[in-house]
């Protein structure tokens, strides 16, 4: 086949456009044209009032080695690439100790999905609950303000992506074709076919929840065991000399090697492999492997705000005369702003008609996320907007004051996060209900009485007052020069009755839990294969769930091997 990019029509395009352009691009006529596949359509709305729709095509004609020939020079015709998912092995008839995979957030589900498949029978923790009950855990919380500290936002079966906008597009290298994969098994499981061709492919919470359910019978039925409520409380190890080990000698850290695991409940786990998935938010269990001697360095992450706009504001601005265009559906946007005091602040994890969700999943601490369904239907767009926070800060009082962390380790970004959630539960009046404040006062430094057009969307409450309060001061400058200049770009971004709501931390994993290029084992520690977003390999649903099969092939090779 062929694949033809940068087709351009218009937003009202006829039925028969596509074919019509594809005609005209090749020199055909109607009867060498066999069929055609919509591969993605995307669109550029940079004039917002001459909206474009971009096709990328996939066509069969009676010459394609032809027309590959005549166009060989045309970056926008080429040969259409295999993107079928091969495995890279099948399991040996015996496995002495099964594999084990920690964690079933994206990308845990898709080493536990993979393995399984190449016929391997992992063994699947989840520190959560199944993704029903930790539903009801979640929404419980929302309403009644009642904390489970294991069943929440963060933890349980589907990981912190099922309370989300549920996006499904990545900025990963990925000449693999392994998003390709990650999307089939979506659809497979009862995902929207249009992630499939639609260049910003989401689904939302509600369905994430059924098709979750409908991988896990999967891996079940191709020989996994899932387990719920299963928390990892230490890793054993042996230890190597430099010349028994795999792994390189890093100064001041042991080689060593996975031989088990012990649970929560005591029960001892034998194996050789585990594929360590465990979210972002997984302190306890960072604090484990560094206290273990697992080799881990701490990374930048970001921290901010909520802020909340009507979402036919959003519209509008982006899409002018075409807002409520069915293609087009509720506009998104990405913003990034480099401030005179040397920080950058931007947009992450854009909502589109969504709310503000509460994300907490330690007690006597207050974080925020966004949630969308896959309607987009919701009053409200909200996004965080940011400030980037490097490990210099993490116990600089002279920036940080009293959010700064008191020891200077490789965990104190987690302290530093714990130090701004522990403060906005304070502010917030110590119930879970989140500090807010309305963009004009905030710029004009005055405190929040009550809403105005926008009425912030968090549950379950909120109380109004001055967020200087919840960040450093470094972080409120930055974001209070950022939201003029992103209202130049977004009419109306910084309105005076858009509200801001604390505090967002959990952007990203305060650690990297580094591991080699080639194998995937951690640096220093055969056996454990870090991966996804706590891990610091990823960020958001699909890049997760690709690391998930990088790290599967990984470890189906390793045990191969062996």
């Given at each position: 086949m062929i694949r033809l990019t940068n087709i351009k029509l218009a937003l009202d395009h006829q039925d028969n456009a596509i074919e019509q352009a594809i005609l005209c691009k090749l020199s055909l006529d109607e009867s060498q044209l066999l069929n055609f596949t919509v591969f993605k359509r995307g669109?550029?709305?940079?004039?917002?009032?001459?909206?474009?729709?971009?096709?990328?095509?996939?066509?069969?004609?009676?010459?394609?080695?032809?027309?590959?020939?005549?166009?060989?020079?045309?970056?926008?015709?080429?040969?259409?690439?295999?993107?079928?998912?091969?495995?890279?092995?099948?399991?040996?008839?015996?496995?002495?100790?099964?594999?084990?995979?920690?964690?079933?957030?994206?990308?845990?589900?898709?080493?536990?999905?993979?393995?399984?498949?190449?016929?391997?029978?992992?063994i699947i923790l989840e520190r959560g609950q199944e993704v029903r009950q930790r539903t009801k855990d979640t929404f419980g919380f929302w309403r009644k303000k009642i904390l489970n500290t294991e069943s929440n936002v963060q933890f349980g079966e589907g990981g912190a992506g099922t309370f989300s906008d549920g996006k499904l597009y990545s900025q990963v290298n990925d000449r693999k074709h392994y998003s390709r994969k990650v999307l089939d098994e979506f659809v497979a499981a009862g995902a929207p076919e249009e992630i499939l061709y639609v260049s910003k492919p989401h689904i939302g919470t509600f369905k994430l929840v059924t098709m979750v359910e409908k991988m896990r019978a999967n891996i079940i039925e191709l020989g996994g065991e899932i387990r719920f409520n299963q928390r990892v409380d230490s890793i054993e190890f042996d230890n190597l000399g430099n010349e028994e080990s795999i792994t390189e000698p890093i100064e001041g850290y042991e080689n060593k090697k996975v031989t088990g695991l012990r649970l929560s409940s005591g029960e001892y786990i034998k194996t050789n492999h585990i594929a360590l998935a465990i979210g972002h938010?997984?302190?306890?269990?960072?604090?484990?492997?560094?206290?273990?001697g697992v080799y881990i360095k701490a990374k930048p992450f970001s921290v901010g705000f909520r802020i909340e706009h009507e979402q036919s504001v959003i519209d509008e601005a982006r899409f002018g005369k075409n807002a409520g265009n069915e293609i087009l559906g509720a506009a998104d946007y990405k913003l990034v702003h480099h401030c005179s005091n040397g920080r950058s602040v931007y947009s992450f994890c854009m909502c589109p008609g969504g709310t503000v969700v509460a994300a907490a999943s330690e007690e006597g601490r207050l974080?925020?996320?966004?949630?969308?369904?896959?309607?987009?239907?919701?009053?409200?767009?909200?996004?965080?907007?940011?400030?980037?926070?490097?490990?210099?800060?993490?116990?600089?009082?002279?920036?940080?004051?009293?959010?700064?962390?008191?020891?200077?380790?490789?965990?104190?970004?987690?302290?530093?996060?714990?130090?701004?959630?522990?403060?906005?539960?304070?502010?917030?009046?110590?119930?879970?209900?989140?500090?807010?404040?309305?963009?004009?006062?905030?710029?004009?430094?005055?405190?929040?009485?009550?809403?105005?057009?926008?009425?912030?969307?968090?549950?379950?409450?909120?109380?109004?007052?001055?967020?200087?309060?919840?960040?450093?001061?470094?972080?409120?400058?930055?974001?209070?020069?950022?939201?003029?200049?992103?209202?130049?770009?977004?009419?109306?971004?910084?309105?005076?009755?858009?509200?801001?709501?604390?505090?967002?931390?959990r952007t990203s994993s305060p650690i990297q839990i580094t591991r080699h290029r080639d194998n995937f084992h951690s640096l220093n520690t055969e056996g454990l294969y870090p991966a996804g977003e706590g891990a610091g390999y990823a960020g958001g649903i699909l890049s997760a769930a690709i690391d998930g099969i990088k790290v599967a092939e990984a470890m189906a090779l390793a045990i191969t091997t062996e």
């Open positions: 669109y550029d709305a940079r004039q917002k009032n001459n909206i474009v729709l971009i096709y990328t095509l996939d066509i069969n004609t009676t010459c394609n080695d032809e027309l590959l020939a005549t166009f060989k020079n045309d970056n926008q015709v080429k040969a259409t690439p295999d993107m079928a998912y091969k495995f890279v092995s099948q399991a040996p008839t015996h496995i002495e100790n099964r594999p084990v995979v920690i964690g079933m957030g994206p990308c845990g589900l898709f080493i536990g999905l993979l393995l399984a498949q190449m016929g391997f029978n992992p938010s997984a302190r306890d269990t960072f604090e484990m492997l560094f206290k273990q974080v925020t996320n966004g949630m969308s369904q896959y309607s987009r239907h919701e009053r409200n767009a909200n996004s965080a907007i940011v400030v980037g926070i490097e490990p210099s800060d993490f116990t600089d009082k002279a920036s940080c004051g009293e959010f700064a962390g008191d020891r200077d380790y490789v965990l104190a970004g987690m302290d530093f996060q714990r130090k701004l959630e522990e403060k906005a539960f304070k502010v917030g009046g110590e119930n879970y209900d989140a500090p807010v404040q309305l963009v004009g006062d905030f710029i004009a430094d005055r405190k929040s009485g009550e809403h105005g057009s926008v009425a912030p969307s968090y549950k379950p409450g909120v109380t109004y007052c001055d967020l200087r309060e919840t960040l450093p001061d470094f972080a409120i400058a930055a974001i209070k020069e950022a939201l003029p200049v992103f209202n130049k770009k977004i009419n109306g971004f910084s309105m005076p009755e858009a509200t801001l709501t604390a505090v967002e931390t």
